[in-house]
């Protein structure tokens, strides 16, 4: 539980540090926090003055990603397992892609 705590306050700090150092707002600021940790991603992305078809595609490429965050929690998991986390990440990249391409 600490790691996956751990995880999210880390990440959600580092994308409140970035977005407050560059000035970037809106849709970029909603995606760079989904791409960093999901869940305060897809809430900035469900604020955002932009049409719903447009939410619905940002919301499954930063779900269908989920964030660098997850990936940190799944690379502490797998780690006592010596296991490759690069099958794993290019596969929710691919997610995210494919998500893209339904919609």
């Given at each position: 539980i600490l790691t996956v705590c751990g995880a999210v306050l880390f990440f959600s700090v580092i994308s409140r540090l970035f977005l407050d150092i560059l000035p970037v707002g809106g849709?970029?600021?909603a995606l760079v926090s989904g791409l960093l940790e999901f869940v305060t991603g897809t809430v900035?992305?469900?604020g955002l003055t932009i049409p719903?078809?447009?939410k619905l595609v940002?919301?499954?490429v930063v779900v269908g990603f989920a964030g660098l965050s997850v990936h940190a929690q799944v690379m502490?998991?797998?780690a006592r397992f010596h296991l490759s986390?690069?099958?794993y990440i290019i596969g929710k990249a691919m997610h995210g892609i494919i998500y893209v391409h339904i919609l």
């Open positions: 849709v970029t600021s900035k992305i469900s719903i078809m447009d940002f919301t499954s502490a998991v797998i986390l690069a099958p």
